[in-house]
């Protein structure tokens, strides 16, 4: 049974670090791998897919890897603003044939001017 | 291009009634997906549509809880004689058909059930 796994579970950090965020999960047949960002009382916001084939995506200031062997992801933030204070959440796509996802259950991160 | 849409935001039920909560995908896509998140808890995954078919309700509890996708309109997720315990964010996620399931998910706001 898939699970995923978080750490930190909070972060805080001065304005203008480079942080990364870390993400493992248990079965290596992992499919794809998703990283959210989820701001209090509100929707998920997709911040990058990593297709199984792929070992890296990157979006402007985001940089997130997939390394299913090790099953970990890690998710690279440069020159943190307070603006990605946020819970961020990474999900793998389960490799039954339905694509659901498993949730980890997310790095709180405040980014503090 | 409209992202998913859920409907209503907030939702109060006294115990015993029926909550149904709403989800329109994106324009194009077929898959639908919902999530509970309980509080304190992280998002788990309760059923996965396609139109007009339950594809995976592996996640849905095995009483009071339904889920369909009609040919037209919304995904629907009803809760019957809900109970305190139903209280959560209710998220709908969806996809487009190309590709199979694999696709990048895209989430609604959400609807966030208190039940008194």
């Known amino acids: 049974k898939q699970e995923v796994t978080q750490i930190p579970a909070a972060l805080s950090v001065p304005e203008g670090e480079n942080l990364v965020l870390n993400c493992s999960f248990t079965?290596?047949?992992?499919?794809?791998l998703q990283w959210f960002r989820q701001d209090p009382g509100k929707g998920l916001t997709s911040l990058l897919l990593?297709?199984?084939?792929?070992r890296e995506q990157t979006s402007g200031r985001l940089n997130a890897s997939l390394d299913k062997s090790s099953g970990r992801s890690t998710l690279y933030i440069a020159a943190s603003q307070p603006g990605d204070s946020a819970t961020y959440l990474c999900a793998g796509h389960d490799s039954s044939n339905t694509g659901k996802l498993i949730f980890g259950q997310g790095t709180t991160l405040q980014v503090k001017p | 291009n409209a992202g998913v849409m859920q409907n209503p935001r907030h939702l109060v039920r006294r115990r015993g009634q029926e909550a149904r909560l709403r989800c329109s995908p994106m324009?194009?896509?077929?898959?639908v997906y919902w999530y509970r998140q309980l509080p304190e808890e992280g998002l788990k995954f309760m059923v996965y549509?396609?139109?007009?078919?339950?594809?995976?309700e592996s996640g849905m509890p095995k009483e009071r809880f339904s889920a369909e996708f009609p040919k037209e309109g919304p995904s629907i997720l009803r809760i019957q004689q809900v109970v305190r315990g139903d209280s959560a964010a209710y998220f709908c996620?969806?996809?487009?058909?190309?590709?199979?399931?694999?696709?990048?998910?895209?989430f609604g706001p959400g609807t966030r059930l208190t039940v008194l």
């Open positions: 079965d290596s047949a992992i499919y794809n």
């Open positions: 990593i297709q199984s084939s792929q």
């Open positions: 996620a969806s996809s487009p058909p190309a590709g199979g399931p694999y696709n990048e998910q895209f």
């Open positions: 324009k194009g896509h077929s898959h």
């Open positions: 549509l396609q139109k007009e078919n339950i594809i995976d």
